[in-house]
């Protein structure tokens, strides 16, 4: 393998997060929906497609209607004043495990998971 890596590696288990190496290399992570703006609108929209992906992919899936419940759950936590963080993680995780049979919704999840926490 060529050139420097200064340093920077991951091994064993799962990463899931903002990487950088090098001279000048930054990452930039952003924690969190706000509660407005382009976070709330994005989150919305991904959770929308969630919806529609699952009715779309309902035969693959079979009973809809657990992940249907907990995208509604997150909707519902997310507005709340102060949304449980923790609660959010669950229920993400939940819906992840719930529909990693189909990549289309496993990717509409994960993109949502990484906007919320």
Do not use: C
Not at 6 to 15: A, E, K, L, R, V
Not at 27 to 53: F, K, M
Not at 82 to 95: A, K
């Amino acid at each position: 393998m060529t050139g420097s890596n200064s340093g920077f590696q991951i091994t064993g288990g799962t990463f899931n997060g903002p990487m950088a190496a090098g001279a000048g290399a930054h990452a930039v992570q952003n924690i969190g929906a706000g509660h407005g703006g382009a976070d709330a609108d994005r989150t919305a929209e991904l959770l929308a497609l969630v919806r529609e992906l699952v009715r779309r992919h309902a035969g693959e899936l079979g009973d809809t209607r657990p992940v249907l419940r907990d995208a509604d759950e997150v909707e519902t936590e997310l507005r709340q004043e102060e949304p449980d963080r923790e609660y959010l993680s669950d229920s993400l995780g939940r819906m992840a495990r719930r529909v990693a049979s189909v990549a289309a919704i496993a990717e509409a999840v994960a993109a949502l998971t990484n906007l919320i926490l």
